[in-house]
């Protein structure tokens, strides 16, 4: 009872700073003289290879507001005066990935950048030299390339800029009417008094998810590919002492790690790897459902630990892609003709229904690949904006930071929200790794099913 | 305007979601409690079963988010 009021103090306290936090920002603090503060700090040398902590204060950026949208370099600007809290751009920004690890937006733990542009070449540095401060938008300007919101941009006219670093006044978005009538959102970079305009953050899609083609290719490191590698070793290691443990006490009750790995590890080999896959196969198969399970499982939970950069690895796309990718060519390489049979020529049927259920069956051979990985990524993702909106009630009930008492009662109502919220992440964490792993054994198990 | 559309399709996607999941929990107790030595087994067939179910109202619902 002591741990749980400890707690949610705690959790009280925390979420007031974060208030006060966004509170600094939003406030009316914002004039001119933070484009003169920047300059004056343009001269300071700052360690790049090593973590930067808190600058409080002056590496706030002004929001600007672009006057001529469609000029590409030295648009004029002018400071947003009365910058409005985003809920949803906010959302967005907090389950993207970023080119820095943001701890509590305090501790900043830069990351190597490796980007490749046709008429560049490879360039290789760390992104400590964009000096990233509020929201992750980077203080310089590095080699014609800015850290907006987290993720590398490059300026448009980035040969003005390719001499290492330059201050970087702030950002603005501005939406204009694009060619089929759609409204785009065109993002600056102000840099002396004038916006520059940003590439797309760069995508390898070739623009097909609507991001956009850019004229490089961002292959840093990020903060999902940084945790993904903590949640491997984590993983490894408590595996190790597991495994070692076996050896050490045989024959006696099991202790430490060794205790939650193993009912764990019990329970899906004999609740889903035994009845779907089947007796005779089913150890073939038991390491692949393994990792799957706690790969996830791991991934889930790191995601759901405050304020450690909240980073959301299962609930990207591209991460439950490869993996539902990986069990698509799994179960079809060990598809056996029995399974081929009932896609191409399902048994017992006469032709007239076989001509309406192969394509349904072809159909169905991809459609299991995608739902997976929708299913994973929709529900981590939508656990992640649940929460962010129940913190975000407070700048918006705080009328984006103007309003202390209101803040407050937004700050009193999000607390039980979020830890109820969170409390179902936790369930929720473990269900979709299970139901993953479950789903995939279901596969395997129609693939290799011998006739009967 | 195609943006409240598309709010809309993802709204009754949930409700479709949210009749298939109260069907499915709602006749696996029905189930377990008339037959409790059986409940595993239940369990993980209404896991199963709402997976599947929840993956189509995902479809939908990301199809909602992006067309736009």
Known sequence: MRRLFSFILFSMISVFMLAQGHDHDHGDGHNHDHAHDHESHAGHDHDNGETHAGHDGDHHHANYLISNPNTDCGASVSVDQNHEYDPTATAIH???????YTILDAVRIP??????????????????????G????????????????????????????????????????VEVAGADGKSVERRYAVIGGKGFLLEQKTIWDGGILGGGVTSFMDLSPTKSVVSMLIVCLILFFAFRAAAKAYTKNEGQAPSGIQSFLEPVFQFIRDDVAIPFIGEKKYEKYLPLLMTIFFFIL???????????????????????????????????????KNYWGHIFN??????????????????????????????????????????????????????????????????????????????IELIVAF?????????????????????? | MTGTLAALGAGLAVIGAGIGLGQIGGKAVEAIARQPEAAGDIR?????????????????????????
């Open chain 1, 134 to 173: 509020h929201h992750d938008n980077g203080a310089k300007s590095y080699n014609g390339y800015v850290l907006f919101e987290g993720n590398i941009h490059k300026l448009a006219c980035s040969d003005k800029f390719v001499d290492g670093t330059t201050a970087v006044d702030g950002f603005g978005r």
């Open chain 1, 346 to 423: 399902f048994p017992g049927v006469p032709w007239f229904v076989k001509l309406i259920l192969t394509p349904v069956e072809v159909l169905g051979l991809f459609i299991k690949p995608l739902t997976l990985m929708l299913r994973l990524a929709g529900n981590i993702t939508a656990g992640h904006i649940a929460i962010l909106s129940f913190v975000g009630l407070i700048f918006i009930f705080g009328n984006s930071g103007t309003n202390m008492a209101g803040a407050t009662t937004g700050t009193i109502l999000a607390i039980p929200l979020t830890i109820f919220m969170m409390s």
């Open chain 1, 94 to 100: 907090h389950i993207s990935d970023a080119n820095v």
């Open chain 1, 298 to 336: 791991g991934l889930n939970l790191w995601g759901q630990i405050p304020f450690l950069g909240s980073v959301n690895v299962s609930g990207s796309l591209t991460v439950t892609m490869i993996l539902a990718v990986l069990v698509f060519l799994i179960t079809n390489f060990s598809g056996n």
């Open chain 1, 431 to 452: 269900v979709q790794a299970f139901v993953f792993t479950i789903l995939t054994a279901s596969y395997i198990g129609a693939a290799t099913e011998e006739h009967h």
């Open chain 2, 44 to 68: 993980g067939a209404m896991i199963l079963m709402a997976a599947f179910m929840e993956g189509a109202a995902l479809i939908a619902i990301l199809l909602a988010f992006f067309i736009k």
């Open chain 1, 111 to 132: 990351l190597p950048a490796i980007l490749y542009s046709k008429d560049r070449g490879v360039e290789f540095f760390s992104t400590g030299k964009f000096e990233a």
